[in-house]
């Protein structure tokens, strides 16, 4: 049939699918390859998507959609590992294969039914098959043909079961032509009697008991010499032949390789596929015990030479024990590895597994009796032995490590040397040559009950999973029987009485190997190896047979626990290793740095919390120990003096960096960080790493600023110079000399409180200078003239400061001549002119006196008539009297010469003059000029520089470069404002001048817009290099920054040269949900996270994720639980929990359902419902999101 791809064939109906916004969750249709022909496009779709139901070849087959006719093909089908019988309830390993010519793969349908049921429960194991409404089929084509399933038979009896199944092997073309059908039918029956299944021939007597692989293949020893190994339907695989009888209980090891002793003194190591001889290993006598094989690799056995031998798996031995008698008691393995066994004196051997003794037990001397142990040890849980002797007792004694104690001891009335086995509820039963068979409580040694069997020599029973006891014994007359006993002690059957009945040909001495498929082997004096089947496995009790399992060896299961952690690295965990079934294990995790133990988890399921972690090893074990990453608490502070971006105060993941940063008050410097993980502690900009509980505290101190006091001429102030901390207010006071008055403070900055006030104070905000400016107070000067002349001053005026000096001019009227002046204060009270120093008020006189006759007249006076101090000498003297004049300037004068007269010299400022006359001679001074030199220091320029007269204003500048600012003006002169780059100052000396400079400083000031923080704020000096950073805090991400003087806004670190202060705002914006925030997702490790349903993905900042099948998405969570997401290659899709498990999700643009298969051999690809069409998925594509969405 060529049917195009219909929900009919292909998947459930979809009436009412999800609409873009609202989902109905849906099964999961079955969208699996399979033997439907589908034909989409041309190409032929035979073996692509699950048959139809019913094809199974009981009624139809493929036939119905393929050509050909049924089982005509170069091909077969067959199913394999179905027991005859089942056992209710039992689960079993089946493998089905289809073969024959093919092109595109193979196929199946199978289905198991009693009358016209579904019967038991049928489970796929191979990849590429499915179960589905009963059914087991292939879900993708198969290049092998060949499916292993499981299938567990019905609780309860359902009557016969039939298997039924068709297979299809695909011919070539693009139609159904060429296809190939195949189908089978088998049936099996529940256990009600034995079944002989087959019995296989030897060429001898068959002591040895039989050993079973786990491929089925039966290992038994024959009286011909040889080692049979028969395949699992009876006919002959392969033999061995050694160089005498084989007696020997061969035993399997893991890896297949056979083991088995010989009388020709040998154990030999067989290859199990052909049975060529691996090596060989000599005793000094035969060996007709069974070897054990340790969970090591390691083979123990004894030998009639009187040693106990234990070999490596290259047949090298590695020690060898002593015991001083024979040995023809197979060993058992303990638990702990210590080996048991007994010697024919009636010595019970415990050995270590180095080869040293551990103990020995002896065994009870009773009269007429050989105490020789033949029996093989039965261990269980708890560390008891169980054996047999030849003085007629069954024992049990327990290994107390050191030595060995009676448990209790039950006498038979004969021999025990068949090895006991141990049931499910506390029974032990043995076997005796007395005849009967014994179940004894394990725990008090009293019998539960006994039965009359017939003669048992060597050979042990086993117990099934329903406590059902089997056992072989001779009942005379030639007669054998098989018995079955309930765990009651009532008989169930025995082989002489079944239907069929079936006989066995001769005495059994070899034990009964009971496989888990309910066959029961032993071998026979008729040369022959025995098949039976009973229904029932073996049972799950501590030891159930000879030698405790089907491969014989003897030992405790050997089971392996594996351990590993996840994440990776995020831990380690100690206790895996071989353990025997049932030894207690014990799990210790121990989380590394930064993580913590979470659970032990196998397969996806949590086992346990607990740490350590004790089990009893059942089966073999991976476990998984879970760790999480710890979160701890970190808080940020500030001491006084600055502050700390206080939202970084939250939890953190164990190695997370933080960046932290400190910015410091007006007038505070950074310090220090206190605090543990912290990279520098002294930079306010660094990083913490989280290790732990943590905090950082960031420290300040104030800065120091020298202030420097002054004070101007007629003061002082106190001594206030000095540096102090930043925001200190300092006392300052001015005081006044005698005659001066406060007048001002100047300042550099603006720190003083009153500027008016003599006493005040000053605020710390810098480096300051401050000058004191003192004015002399004001006095009278009353200046008058006596008869005969007159006065004047200059400067003019009655009212003078302190101080100031005044020139005095005494002027005589015709026939009168100075006569001195009276008063204080003055230069030269007998000079006409003079100078006045005002340090008060003031009252002067010029004295005035007619000329007497016969006398002249000397008159003195000054040019400039203001530049004389002081002119004295004139008056009225006699004829030719000499006469000493002086002539003195004032500042900023020199004298010139003498005119008006002969003088002895004219141009010495003290001279002589002989009075012949009257005379008028006159003083000439020069007024003076001073070199005024301004310069700059580092950092400007200054101008101002000149040539100036005495007591000339001369106007001084400064000017700053770039980057520098003025500070003061130094020099020998009194500045008008020494603060002030532009003042002036009175020239009355040469002079130097100085403008100093100093480096510009700027504020750079942060601000934060949203939720975050921003670095680098501070004080700095012209052309420094500052860093700004932004960093958001969790959930938040850095938009931007505003401000002057920023060009790359968009970086959340920049660096800046400084030229002005900048005022700049870092802006954050909210971030969207994050998914791991969204769904129960646990951090594996750094930003990765897992989900328990959606998988793996990778979690960015930004909201985008990357998922392991999906690639990149966008997600948006919905308070339901599901997810919209933006997938740049599928756009708008929905999932949820449910389907999302099963491999569906909801495709918005297609509004329809699309399936993914991420696990197929040919890549992922996807399966879209509204084209019917697979596609490949590539989740790396390049595809720009921004395309298709934003």
């Not at 009436?15 to 916004?21: A, G, I, S, T, V």
């Not at 025995?494 to 071998?523: E, H």
């Not at 000879?546 to 952690?565: C, K, Y």
């Amino acid at each position: 049939m060529r049917e195009v791809l219909s929900k009919t064939h292909f998947c459930p109906s979809f009436d009412n699918p999800p609409r873009f916004r609202f989902m109905h969750l849906m099964p999961a249709p079955r969208i699996i390859p399979g033997l439907v022909c589908l034909v989409l496009g041309g190409a032929l779709w035979g073996n692509s998507s699950g048959p139809p139901d019913g094809q199974h070849g009981e009624a139809q087959n493929c036939t119905s959609c393929h050509s050909g006719t049924a089982n005509s093909g170069d091909g077969a089908i067959s199913l394999t590992g179905l027991p005859s019988r089942y056992v209710p309830g039992q689960t079993y390993n089946l493998s089905i294969a289809v073969s024959g010519t093919q092109d595109r793969g193979y196929g199946f349908q199978l289905i198991a039914k009693a009358g016209s049921s579904a019967s038991g429960t049928l489970g796929a194991v191979s990849a590429g098959m499915s179960i589905s409404n009963g059914y087991a089929e292939q879900s993708t084509p198969s290049s092998t043909g060949t499916w292993d399933f499981q299938w567990t038979a019905p609780s309860t009896d359902e009557g016969p079961v039939t298997f039924y199944a068709s297979g299809l092997a695909t011919g070539g073309g693009t139609g159904t032509g060429g296809d190939q059908v195949y189908t089978l039918s088998q049936s099996l029956v529940a256990p009600t009697d034995p079944v002989l299944e087959w019995n296989a021939s030897t060429g001898g007597v068959v002591y040895s008991s039989p050993a079973v692989a786990t491929d089925g293949t039966v290992y038994v020893g024959s009286n011909d010499n040889k080692l049979h190994a028969f395949n699992p339907d009876g006919t002959t695989k392969w033999t061995f032949t050694a160089g005498n009888w084989i007696d020997s209980t061969p035993a399997i090891a893991a890896d297949g390789t056979v083991y088995v002793g010989s009388w020709d003194n040998k154990v030999y190591a067989l290859n199990p596929s052909d049975g060529s001889k691996l090596w060989d290993f000599n005793t000094s006598s035969s060996v007709i015990a069974g070897p054990a094989v340790g969970s090591d690799g390691r083979i123990y056995v004894g030998s009639k030479d009187y040693f106990f031998y234990a070999l490596n798996s290259s047949g090298a031995k590695l020690w060898e024990y002593f015991a001083g008698q024979p040995i023809s008691s197979s060993a058992a393995i303990g638990r702990d590895g210590t080996v048991y066994f007994g010697d024919e004196n009636g010595t019970f051997h415990a050995v270590n597994p180095d080869g040293t003794e551990k103990w020995t037990y002896l065994v009870d001397d009773v009269a007429d009796t050989n105490k020789s142990i033949l029996s093989s040890p039965s261990l269980d849980l708890s560390g008891n032995v169980y054996f047999g002797s030849g003085n007629g007792y069954c024992y049990s004694i327990a290994d107390n490590e050191t030595n060995a104690s009676l448990n209790w001891k039950l006498q038979t009335g004969d021999r025990v040397d068949a090895s006991p086995v141990l049931g499910l509820s506390n029974e032990a039963f043995f076997v005796s040559r007395d005849g009967y068979l014994r179940s004894i409580d394990t725990i008090t040694g009293i019998a539960n009950w006994e039965t009359l069997i017939g003669d048992v020599f060597y050979s042990s029973p086993a117990v099934d999973s329903s406590g059902r006891v089997y056992v072989v014994a001779y009942t005379g007359g030639g007669s054998n029987h098989l018995f079955a006993f309930d765990s009651n002690g009532t008989k169930a059957w025995d082989t002489n009485g079944t239907n069929p009945p079936f006989t066995i040909g001769g005495l059994v001495d070899s034990s009964l190997a009971l496989d888990s498929n309910g066959t029961l082997y032993f071998g026979s004096y008729d040369n022959k190896l025995y098949a039976v089947g009973v229904g029932t496995g073996i049972a799950d009790s501590d030891w159930p047979q000879f030698q405790r399992d089907t491969a014989r060896t003897g030992a405790w299961p050997s089971l392996n626990v594996t351990t590993d952690a996840f994440p990776t690295a995020s831990g380690s965990s100690t206790g895996a290793g071989q353990y025997n079934q049932g030894a207690t294990v014990t799990l210790q995790a121990t989380p590394a740095t930064g993580y913590a133990f979470a659970n032990w988890s196998s397969g996806g399921s949590v086992l346990s919390s607990a740490n350590p972690y004790e089990f009893n090893a059942s089966s073999d074990l991976s476990v998984t120990a879970n760790f999480t990453l710890q979160s701890y608490a970190f808080t940020i502070s500030a001491n006084s003096g600055g502050t700390v971006p206080t939202g970084l105060s939250q939890s953190y993941s164990h190695g997370s960096v933080v960046a932290i940063s400190a910015t410091p008050s007006t007038g505070y410097a950074f310090s220090s960080w206190s605090g543990a993980g912290i990279t520098d502690l002294n930079a306010k900009d660094t990083n913490v790493t989280i290790t732990g509980i943590q905090s950082a505290v960031a420290s300040f101190v104030p800065i120091n600023y020298v202030l420097t006091a002054t004070a101007g001429s007629g003061g002082s102030v106190n001594s206030a110079s000095g540096a102090y901390p930043y925001d200190t207010n300092v006392s300052i006071v001015a005081t006044p000399d005698s005659g001066y008055a406060f007048a001002s403070w100047t300042q550099s900055g603006s720190g003083i409180s009153s500027p008016s006030s003599a006493s005040t104070t000053v605020r710390i905000d810098g480096n300051q200078s401050v000058q004191a400016n003192f004015s002399p107070l004001s006095y009278d000067l009353n200046l008058t003239a006596g008869a005969g002349g007159t006065v004047s001053n200059a400067p003019a005026g009655t009212s003078h400061s302190f101080g100031s000096q005044v020139t005095l001019v005494a002027t005589p009227d015709s026939g009168y001549y100075f006569t001195g002046w009276t008063g204080s204060g003055l230069a030269d009270s007998n000079a006409s002119t003079t100078t006045l120093t005002i340090s008060g008020d003031h009252s002067v006189q010029a004295g005035f006196a007619q000329i007497p006759v016969g006398s002249f007249v000397l008159q003195l006076a000054a040019n400039p008539g203001n530049s004389a101090s002081g002119l004295s000498g004139g008056g009225a003297y006699p004829a030719n009297q000499v006469v000493q004049i002086s002539a003195t300037p004032i500042a900023g004068y020199v004298f010139q010469n003498w005119t008006g007269g002969t003088v002895a010299n004219a141009n010495a400022s003290t001279t002589t003059v002989t009075v012949s006359q009257d005379l008028n001679l006159t003083a000439n001074f020069q007024g003076v000029s001073h070199l005024l030199t301004v310069s700059a220091g580092a950092g400007g320029s200054a101008t101002g520089s000149g040539s100036f007269a005495h007591g000339a204003t001369a106007q001084i500048s400064a000017s700053p470069a770039s980057g520098y600012s003025f500070v003061k003006w130094d020099g020998n002169l009194t500045f008008a404002n020494p603060f002030a780059a532009t003042t002036s100052v009175t020239v009355t000396q040469d002079a130097n001048l100085t403008a100093t400079f100093a480096v510009s400083s700027y504020v750079v000031t942060t601000n934060v817009s949203g939720q975050g923080f921003a670095s680098g704020a501070g004080t700095y000096q012209h052309g420094s290099q500052v860093t700004l950073t932004a960093s958001a805090l969790t959930g938040n991400a850095f938009s931007g920054w505003s401000g002057s003087g920023i060009s790359e806004s968009n970086a959340s670190s920049i660096t800046l040269t400084l030229t002005q202060d900048l005022n700049v705002t870092a802006t954050f914006v909210q971030l969207p949900n994050k998914l791991n925030d969204s769904i129960s997702a646990t951090e594996a490790i750094a930003s990765w996270y897992v989900s328990n349903w959606l998988g793996y993905f990778y979690q960015a900042d930004n909201g985008w994720c990357y998922h392991f099948n999906l690639g990149w998405i966008y997600p948006q969570p919905q308070s339901d639980g599901s997810l919209w997401i933006w997938s740049p290659q599928l756009e708008w899709i929905w999932l949820e929990q449910g389907t999302f498990s099963n491999a569906f999700i909801w495709s918005g643009d297609d509004n329809n359902w699309l399936y993914f298969d991420f696990s197929s051999a040919t890549g992922p690809r996807i399966y879209k419902y509204l084209t019917g069409a697979w596609s490949a998925f590539d989740r790396d594509k390049a595809i720009d999101p921004l395309d298709s969405v934003f």
